[in-house]
């Protein structure tokens, strides 16, 4: 039914451990025999391996869809979001009607995110496979959910790096299905009120990947001042202020997400006299601010590489923020620090907050590490699910 590619040796046993990526240097076939996005079957040495999507003028020029014989059309798709439903809303009982269904290779759909929010659902489309399977994709939500509307918030580059001009779609374009009367809707997070914006907010509209962050922050803002760095809808703050904060400060560049975080504190019926917002920029703020004033210090700036080659600046980045953090602070203080950047691993952030703690000539611990919550995946062998990073600091 599909087309064979012969793959070599090295990319047989990156299939075999785990990882979804085969690169273009080693595809044994010719790669101009094959059509953009189409669906292969993996062989090496004659021997099976796989099914897979193929992107012929890529480096990446194959992602793995299973280690089995599948046929991936509309009930390949039902069949995977029915799996993922039940177990992620379910099985995991998360008190939120936001959470991510389906994180691309992770979930073995490689390429495609759902991102579930109440009964709207957004979708980004990251390789050629699953842009070409669009209206399948949607088709497949459709039996399994009863959305009122489906947003696509792939990125307008993304058709470019895959090849897919033709399936571009602007922003006029976006809902492919149902209707939005209002692109900011009210969800809930463990009790906690946020607006989220589906068509032009931050991801896919919020920071669901946090979640489990901003419930320790909670935990430890009783009765606590805390600073909120690179705030935006101010998550980080709401958590603080629900579970007693004595006071919060939110700190953004953006005034649009400081009006956010003002709105989100009326939206919960929180006092807006315990927060205050401050627009400036992060490294300017935390270089002139007396950190001292603070029981808990939340960093949590955005991506600070997008490629591999920026990977340095983005450690010289993180390594600057925390060690002038933990150097300002006083005794007794909690600091939350993370790191969405991909290209800066486990280790090497690890190794950033090791050299920040050095510098700051100070006695700190960790009171808890922290990855990606219960509702995204991740693959042993594939560290670019595990993007996000975290330590929660205690200074003696």
């Not at 895959?162 to 692109?183: A, D, F, P, S, T």
């Not at 190794?351 to 808890?368: G, L």
Request: include cysteine.
């Amino acid at each position: 039914m599909y087309k064979r590619i012969e793959v070599n040796k090295s990319a047989r046993n990156a299939i075999l451990s785990g990882h979804p990526w085969i690169f273009s240097g080693k595809i044994d076939s010719p790669l101009h025999d094959y059509e953009n996005g189409d669906v292969v079957h993996i062989f090496c040495e004659k021997k099976f391996l796989g099914t897979g999507f193929v992107s012929p003028k890529n480096s990446i020029a194959i992602r793995v869809i299973s280690k089995s014989k599948v046929v991936v059309d509309e009930n390949f798709f039902v069949q995977r979001f029915l799996q993922l439903k039940k177990y992620k809303r379910k099985t995991l009982s998360l008190n939120t009607n936001m959470y991510r269904l389906v994180f691309s290779e992770a979930d073995f759909i490689p390429g495609l995110i759902v991102d579930i929010y109440n009964k709207y659902i957004v979708i980004q489309t990251n390789c050629a496979g699953v842009i070409k399977r669009r209206e399948q994709i949607v088709n497949a939500l459709l039996k399994v959910f009863r959305p009122i509307a489906i947003i696509d918030r792939t990125t307008p580059e993304t058709y470019n790096i895959e090849h897919c001009e033709k399936y571009k779609i602007n922003e006029n374009n976006r809902i492919l299905y149902g209707k939005l009367q209002n692109n900011v809707q009210i969800m809930s997070e463990n009790g906690i009120l946020f607006y989220v914006d589906l068509l032009y907010g931050h991801k896919t509209g919020f920071y669901i990947d946090q979640r489990e962050n901003r419930e320790i922050v909670g935990k430890i803002s009783s009765q606590n001042d805390v600073l909120n760095l690179c705030s935006y809808s101010g998550g980080f703050t709401l958590y603080a202020l629900a579970n007693g904060a004595k006071r919060t400060v939110s700190v953004d560049i953006s005034k649009p997400a400081l009006k956010l975080v003002e709105d989100n504190i009326e939206l919960n019926k929180f006092s807006k006299e315990k927060n205050v917002n401050v627009r400036a920029d992060l490294f300017d703020f935390i270089s002139n601010e007396n950190l001292s004033k603070y029981d808990v210090v939340i960093i949590d700036p955005p991506s600070f590489a997008k490629h591999i080659s920026e990977t340095e600046q983005a450690l010289k980045a993180y390594k600057f923020l925390n060690a002038t953090v933990l150097k300002k602070v006083k005794k007794e203080s909690f600091v939350l620090t993370s790191s969405c950047t991909s290209v800066v691993n486990e280790m090497m952030f690890k190794d950033v907050v090791e050299k920040a703690i050095r510098d700051s000539k100070k006695d700190v611990k960790v009171i808890k590490r922290t990855f990606l919550p219960l509702d995204h995946s991740s693959l042993l062998n594939f560290k670019e699910t595990e993007y996000l990073k975290s330590f929660l600091l205690f200074v003696l």
